[in-house]
């Protein structure tokens, strides 16, 4: 039987991006904070990651001003005063909260785990019979990132499907890999039409998670992807388009974001070490 997630090694690049994502969370899963204190460690990484992918859907905000709010009990509110990007908000912090919960499916039936993260993202922002629902021929769907036109529902069912077959067979694939995969996949489909994008990235994460490189989950990949925001839309148009070779790019910038992720959470670490704020 082929391996088509393995065989995505032999792109140019990809070794060296697997190998780069590998070293810099190993180095943070060896921190001596997470002896003791990983599940602090997991909680900020979940707030961060969750800021940073809003950010990338065009909803930024400081984090410290999203602490300060979330720790009122309020509801977020962006500097400029856009509801919409509020609830946005809001929501990426609950996806990114309840992550765990979605582990177990995930593991089992990966189109029922996406369906519940479109629901726990999008559940302020959608009508209700929308949510977790695979959009229909000719409504409407957002496109942040420019990749142009969607596959059509039947394509996005297909493909959808396929994905899961990958996810739930045996692979030589490590994490990083098939991480993107996962990512730019959902990013192309556009499966839901609305948020998708925290969708693909909160998949991408659960499959760090999953894969064990990252079981704690203290490492936030979405802050390497914002990090690299004047790259991540053009990499994913090269994953749509670009054929083999923009596919091993995209997954050089994978690499990347998981390595500054990691970097992320090792900060946090070494915060909580010297007794700072995280």
Known sequence: MTDPLAALLDLPGVPEAVGRARTAVDGLLGHRVLRRRSAEVTAESALRGARASAELEGAGIELERLRGQLLAGGTVTLPSKDGRGGQLVE???????????????????????LARLHVLVAGDLVEADALGRPRPAGAPYEDPLGLGPAPDPLEV???????????????????????????????????????????????????????????????APEVGHAELHHEYAEAARDYVHGGPAGVARWLDHC???????????LAVCEAIQRGLPA
Not at 99 to 105: D, E, F, P
Not at 181 to 188: D, I, K, N, T, W
Not at 255 to 265: D, I, K, M, P, Q
């Open 157 to 219: 069912a297909a493909r959808l499907d396929g994905l899961s077959r990958l996810l739930t067979s045996p692979t030589k694939a490590p994490a990083v890999v098939v991480a993107g995969v996962v990512q730019g996949e959902l990013l192309a489909l556009r499966a839901f039409g609305s948020l998708d994008g925290l969708v693909a990235r909160a998949a991408g994460r659960l499959v760090l998670i999953e894969r064990g490189l990252d079981p704690k989950a203290v490492s």
């Open 91 to 113: 929501g990426a912090v609950r996806l990114h909260a309840e992550l765990g919960s979605v582990l177990a499916a995930w593991r089992h039936s990966p189109r029922q785990a």
């Open 255 to 265: 690499g990347s974001a998981v390595a500054l992720g990691a970097r992320e959470g």
